[in-house]
């Protein structure tokens, strides 16, 4: 569970590489944290099914240091699995209130009891009650009822406070209770992403690798820039960037190759028996592939914010959601579009930490209009039609890199920026024609790759 972040906060991920012994530290802290957890939970189910009660949050927190057994764990950790266990149950409550759980309102005394955790020191007395028994529950829970939790379904723990039981250090990781002085965690931190205060960590367990997401804060960012270099986007459908400088990226071939190598182990997958041993084993794997391929496609999209924020001031792309509504939508497409839709997030707020611009436009008839005269297509430009030809000015261009141009020049901020500089708009974007035709070195991409493939991030064995 991660926290959501508001609005100056960014949530990072990063690899951590626990040594046998850490890990070992970091599971018995999982551990100790579900089954206060199971606990929290059980302690407000007896305290409404035998008492109908919905207990004050002050009082249950201050009998948190009850639990004995959670010593092991820092007190921040202890008080987040407290917060999360009423985050959850506050959320139930407000969705029965607010109608979104019919028939799920608990009933006094219809709680089924609880086995599996033996009987912990419940910390709270009601007078007038018979406190010493302790009640624990499982099972049968209303709909939407926040669930006890088993060993595998507990995966993730926060440390609240920056200081105040974790800290960074380099490329070292210290966690109170878990590392020690001389023995601390590697984690791989890239440090210029860092760029503001560190606020929370929560270290999550995914298959068998350890990570800690990072909340920063960020500081407050500065008043928007007049933009001088602008660019417009056309985020095309074969995963290739068009740019109205007349550019194109793509993304590293690696990601093809991952994506057929991903294909191939989930055909494998289908073809065994389901539940068997060796169906386990290649669902592994696949879930492997997948881990890599979603977390390449996080570092090209970064690469790739970061790149464009570095040349721009003002950063256009077409609106997706409008985009959608006009196009059908595959699967295919729709995953496609995830990861514009991030490569979008990450310019808008890397862009916004510089005071840039990130403007996303109306897509309609930006494929459709000539960047040269401005003037609409008689025939409609169909998908398949590389070349836009323009029968009016005679002008014949990419298509993708028309379109760029043309998302460029529905910019509001581009409109101002032409009006107030006098620039002769129609300059901008058709200056590097040539590249149309294949003769300019695509410089962008280049550097693109060369960011990319400074980590050896895509290796699918
Ligand atoms: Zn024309």
Redesign the pocket.
């Known amino acids: 569970m991660v926290r959501k972040e508001d609005q100056n906060c960014r949530n990072l991920r990063f690899s951590i590489h626990p040594t046998p012994e850490q890990e070992a530290k970091l599971e018995e802290t999982m551990e100790t944290c579900r089954r206060l957890w199971n606990d929290l939970l059980s302690s407000r189910v007896e305290l409404f099914d035998v008492y109908g009660l919905y207990p004050d949050s002050r009082l249950l927190e201050k009998q948190l240091k009850f639990y004995e057994y959670t010593n092991n764990i820092h007190s921040q950790v202890r008080l987040n699995v407290f917060e999360r266990v009423q985050q959850a149950y506050f959320k139930f409550l407000d969705d029965i209130k607010n109608g979104r759980l019919k028939g799920s309102k608990p009933k006094r005394g219809t709680f089924v009891k609880r086995e599996d955790v033996p009987v912990g020191k419940l910390s709270y007395s009601i007078p007038s009650k018979n406190s010493s028994k302790f009640i624990q529950y499982d099972g049968i829970l209303p709909r939407g009822h926040p669930k006890f939790k088993g060993k595998e379904g507990y995966h993730s723990f926060t440390y609240k406070q920056y200081g105040n039981g974790w800290k960074l250090t380099g490329n070292k990781l210290f966690l109170s209770k878990i590392t020690s002085k001389n023995d601390l965690i590697k984690i791989d931190i890239n440090n210029d992403i860092i760029q503001g205060r560190p606020k929370t960590c929560t270290i999550k367990k995914e298959g068998n690798k350890w990570f800690a997401f990072v909340t920063v804060e960020i500081p407050d960012n500065p008043g928007p820039i007049i933009p001088v270099t602008m660019i417009g986007i056309d985020l095309g459908l074969e995963s290739l960037i068009a740019t109205s400088d007349g550019e194109f990226i793509e993304p590293p071939e690696l990601f093809r190759e991952a994506e057929k190598r991903l294909a191939i182990e989930q055909r494998k997958l289908a073809r065994m028996e389901y539940g068997s041993q060796n169906y386990r084993k290649q669902k592994k794997k696949v879930n492997r592939i997948h881990r890599k391929i979603a977390k390449a496609r996080n570092h090209f999209s970064h690469c790739l914010s970061k790149m464009l924020v570095g040349k721009y001031d003002l950063i256009v792309f077409e609106n997706l959601k409008i985009k959608n509504l006009v196009k059908n939508s595959r699967l295919a497409k729709s995953i496609h579009d995830a990861g514009w839709s991030r490569i979008v997030q990450h310019t808008e707020y890397k862009a916004a930490e510089k005071g840039k611009t990130v403007e996303k436009v109306d897509p309609k008839n930006t494929s459709q209009i000539?960047?040269?005269?401005?003037?609409k297509k008689k025939t409609k430009l169909k998908l398949a039609d590389r070349v836009f030809e323009?029968?009016?000015?005679?002008?014949s261009l990419n298509r993708d890199i028309n379109a760029a141009v043309n998302i460029l020049r529905k910019s509001k901020a581009y409109k101002d920026t032409v009006r107030l500089a006098g620039i002769n708009g129609c300059e901008v974007g058709t200056t590097t024609t040539s590249s149309v035709t294949g003769l300019q070195v695509p410089t962008m991409n280049q550097q693109l790759l060369n960011l990319v493939q400074g980590r050896d991030f895509l290796r699918v064995q």
């Open positions: 000539c960047s040269v005269c401005g003037k323009c029968e009016h000015c005679k002008s």
